[in-house]
């Protein structure tokens, strides 16, 4: 089967650093997406990830093993607005995305 | 420019009724996608369409008619909804590899 998980809620300091983790197994990999939904919004993307390593865009960086079918989302200098769920996506052999439950990232002052 | 449209924003409509949700991407991308999404759970898949043709349908009850009249637009049919068909609808567009999302549309049934 096809299974992605992640941590289902999060707790951080404003100005801090997070890492919010997924781990995957599904049939066939043709990239890994994050994406930021905040309550009663669409969902936004962040980052994509098809080959090993980090993908640095601002505050946010995302890292891909394909080997331990392992990623992670860094978020750094934590402000009160990255309040969110944030959802892991994994798109298979069939081109189609799996979704991740998503982690609700709780940003404390 | 990332930009899906989506309307209208809400909707509340009765068992009874017929209603269409009404989904716009002007960025030449080929594939179009109807996501539904309850809260606290990620979007599933309920449609695909790849070069105005309809390429993937999750099993959606019939009562879900997806249309994409050109490249640019895709609709969503909607009749004799239940009341546990409520939630949120996402459309999506991507040219190869990134999907990006409209703002949705909250869909009530009484």
């Known amino acids: 089967g096809q299974n992605i998980d992640q941590p289902t809620e999060m707790t951080a300091t404003e100005g801090a650093i997070v890492q919010i983790n997924c781990t995957y197994q599904t049939s066939g990999f043709n990239g890994l997406f994050w ?3 905040h309550a009663g919004e669409a969902p936004t993307f962040l980052s994509y990830n098809v080959l090993d390593g980090l993908e640095e ?4 960086s995302s890292f891909l093993s394909r080997s331990k079918g392992y990623s992670y989302l860094l978020l750094k200098e ?8 944030y959802l892991c996506a994994v798109r298979d052999s069939n081109y189609q995305l799996i979704w991740g439950a998503g982690t609700k990232l709780i940003i404390k002052p | 420019d990332t930009e899906v449209t989506q309307t ?3 909707l509340v409509m009765g068992m009874t009724n017929k209603k269409s949700l009404k989904c716009e991407q002007h960025m030449g991308h080929r594939a179009m996608y109807w996501y539904k999404q309850k809260a606290k759970k ?3 898949l309920m449609f ?5 043709k309809l390429s993937i349908n999750e099993s959606v009850p019939s009562r879900f008619s997806p249309e994409c009249p050109n490249s640019s637009l895709l609709n969503l049919h909607l009749h004799a909804l239940q009341p546990e068909d409520s939630a949120l609808y996402l459309c999506a567009s991507s040219r190869v590899d990134t999907q990006y ?3 949705g549309t909250r869909l009530t049934v009484l």
Request: no cysteine; aromatic share 18%.
């Open chain 1, 78 to 85: 934590l402000q009160m607005k990255d309040s969110a769920s």
């Open chain 2, 101 to 103: 999302f409209g703002p």
């Open chain 1, 57 to 60: 865009k601002g505050r946010f």
């Open chain 2, 42 to 44: 990620p979007p599933e």
């Open chain 2, 48 to 52: 695909v369409y790849s070069y105005e």
């Open chain 1, 35 to 37: 994406y930021q939904q």
């Open chain 2, 8 to 10: 209208p924003k809400h």
